[in-house]
């Protein structure tokens, strides 16, 4: 199979809520994702409070959500890349900004030793696994009727001109109400630190 069909099926099956395929794209992604996190955490202040496993895993949850959602257009695994990369970027400013906070400022912290003990493994745990099946659940009960409707539609494939000629919309109407709906879902959620740029 080549490389752009086989992308095309993995995200497809992502959108369609396939557990494996959702474990395959982030055994394929998590390590540039965590290696454009650690190249923006210089400080080690910063990598005492933070780890880019966090970070990934957020991007994953949102990226998840908002793509079983139909959200994002992705035909290239350089697209997805992309992606990923700013929402990791998001995602990691976002948190910087809240370690700095005067409250909690990590600058004044004292750093300690690590134990060998606290590090994570990298394998996906079966909590992980529920949790992302419990998220995908969740997000799917703040949907208004209307709302999983248009997200119905574009997980099946229709482009946003197919569905507004269906619901007699326009499809950039259309786009801006998934949009806003993935917004509110996600912040409800919190998980809203994606940004359309």
């Known amino acids: 199979m080549s490389e752009p069909t086989s992308f095309e099926d993995l995200i497809r099956r992502v959108r369609a809520g396939d557990q494996d395929a959702a474990a395959a794209l982030v055994q394929r992604y998590e390590p540039a994702i965590r290696r454009a996190v650690r190249f923006r955490l210089s400080d080690t202040r910063l990598v005492r409070v933070l780890d880019s496993m966090d970070i990934c895993q957020s991007v994953f949850a949102s990226f998840f959500v908002r793509t079983a959602a139909g959200q994002f257009d992705i035909d290239q695994p350089d697209q997805l890349m992309k992606l990923l990369v700013v929402m990791a970027r998001n995602k990691l400013a976002k948190q910087v900004s809240g370690q700095q906070a005067q409250c909690r400022d990590y600058r004044r ?8 003990g606290q590090i994570a493994g990298d394998g996906e ?3 992980m696994a529920v949790a992302g099946k419990e998220l995908l659940s969740a997000a799917e009960k703040l949907f208004s ?23 007699g919309s326009t499809p950039e109407a259309l786009r801006k109400k998934l949009t806003r709906a993935l917004d509110r879902v996600a912040s409800e959620l919190n998980i809203d630190d994606y940004r359309d740029e």
């Open 125 to 127: 745990s079966p909590s």
């Open 145 to 167: 009727e209307d709302e999983r409707k248009l997200r119905d539609l574009r997980k099946e494939g229709l482009d946003w001109i197919a569905i507004a000629k269906q619901l």
């Open 109 to 116: 912290t004292q750093g300690s030793e690590v134990d060998a």
